[in-house]
């Protein structure tokens, strides 16, 4: 995914970034770096399913990229909304795993009921056509 960035030159200091996803989402690991002249800052996020996770900066002033790694790992989303306490923040790396569809398979049982069912259905008509001979 491309390279992300706010704060500052792209926006209010200290605004949120929503990434939307086309498909529903599981886990989320991204490189960050802040802007963050205390080294105290934090990057947060939240997914649109209450999941969160936040890391905290740790480098000297100005971006210093990369500075750490910020990953979620839990209920399936569609959206995440990405804040810190820094006045900006850069992400790069972005790799989602999208959820995998679950397609139901047919129980075994089901499959070996189905068998005397038709057995017994065509005995029934034979039996219907004999007596009516």
């Known amino acids: 995914m491309a390279f992300l960035t706010t704060g500052t ?7 949120a970034l929503t990434i939307r996803f086309s498909v529903a989402v599981d886990s989320i690991q991204m490189r960050f770096a802040l802007d963050d002249p205390g080294a105290t800052a934090t990057l947060a996020l939240v997914t649109d399913r209450r999941g969160s996770a936040s890391a905290a900066g740790a480098l000297s002033a100005g971006f210093h990229y990369p500075e750490g790694v910020l990953a979620y ?34 129980e075994p049982g089901s499959l070996a009921l189905l ?5 017994g259905m065509l005995a029934s008509i034979r039996h219907r056509k004999a007596g009516a001979a």
């Not at 068998?115 to 057995?119: I, T």
């Open 9 to 15: 030159a792209f926006g209010a200091i200290g605004s």
């Open 73 to 106: 790992s839990g209920a399936a989303f569609t959206a995440l909304t990405l804040s810190s306490t820094a006045p900006g923040f850069q992400l790069d790396e972005i790799a989602v795993t999208p959820v995998t569809p679950v397609t139901p398979v047919p």
């Open 115 to 119: 068998g005397p069912a038709l057995v």
